[in-house]
């Protein structure tokens, strides 16, 4: 073969390689395709009976489905199917953070029941996108870290002789085996003094009730409490809803 021959046959590959490897690139998913990766979420709020797990839909994005499931870490191929709830308007707090701030958002959930103490799990989200497309998020947790009640219910503030108040709440409904896995209890009650804020915290409490002593006549307090189980696991609950009362003027 000539020169001329080899050098036109050798740019004739070069073009077709480029053309091929160019169709391939084309053909790669694009990474703006590709769905969101989920912030997923995980607490029990029922120990030891369901573990629930959630995660925000992105704002705006197109419909999108999840296949989720669970496993333990050391059990891979024993993979179950986690039960979605489908997405509801929820306030969420960042339980990551020590921020008060909730937001409203589009939640997806999902119940795992029946989890055991002293092991890993972990949550498979894939998310897929009307396109095809998905991706996927791996998280991992223990029982034992992820224990965070509900927070009490019914709390009540009345006044107790003259500068003292009786302050009663009750355990959230949803912490179901109260015998088997009591709660402790922190309170915490603010007012406000020549325009600083004050506070006092007190706790951990196994009643449900306490007397306060020594409050100010005529002074405007907020009272909450917040749950945590017994021997300590987990964290505590969020705050209860504030109770605000004026001490009559003596």
Same mark, same amino acid.
């Given at each position: ?130 396109? %095809? ?100 696991? %987990? ?16």
């Amino acid at each position: 073969m000539s020169t001329s021959n080899m050098m036109t046959s050798m740019r004739y590959w070069i073009h077709l390689t480029l053309v091929v490897a160019i169709e391939a690139v084309a053909l790669m998913p694009d990474d703006a395709d590709l769905p969101t990766k989920p912030s997923v979420y995980c607490w029990c709020a029922s120990y030891p009976n369901v573990t629930s797990c959630s995660w925000a839909e992105p704002p705006g994005s197109q419909p999108l489905d999840y296949i989720v499931s669970y496993s333990e870490r050391r059990q891979p191929s024993t993979s179950k199917p986690c039960r979605l709830i489908p997405p509801t308007s929820s306030f969420l707090s960042s339980s990551s953070s020590s921020s008060s701030s909730s937001s409203s958002e589009q939640l997806w959930h999902c119940h795992l029941p029946d989890l055991k103490l002293l092991t890993d799990y972990v949550i498979n989200v894939t998310t897929v996108s009307s396109s %095809g497309s998905s991706r996927v998020h791996l998280s991992s947790f223990m029982l034992e870290d992820v224990v965070k009640p509900d927070p009490p219910v019914d709390v009540k503030v009345s006044p107790h002789h003259d500068r003292n108040v009786l302050l009663e709440w009750s355990p959230p409904p949803t912490w179901i085996y109260l015998d088997m896995a009591p709660l402790k209890y922190q309170i915490t009650y603010q007012w406000d003094h020549k325009g600083q804020a004050k506070s006092v915290s007190l706790g951990p409490l196994e009643s449900t009730s306490v007397e306060l002593k020594g409050l100010s006549s005529g002074r405007e307090y907020v009272f909450q409490v917040c749950a945590m189980d017994l021997l300590g696991l %987990g964290q505590y609950s969020h705050w209860s809803s504030p109770v605000i009362i004026t001490l009559p003027t003596i």
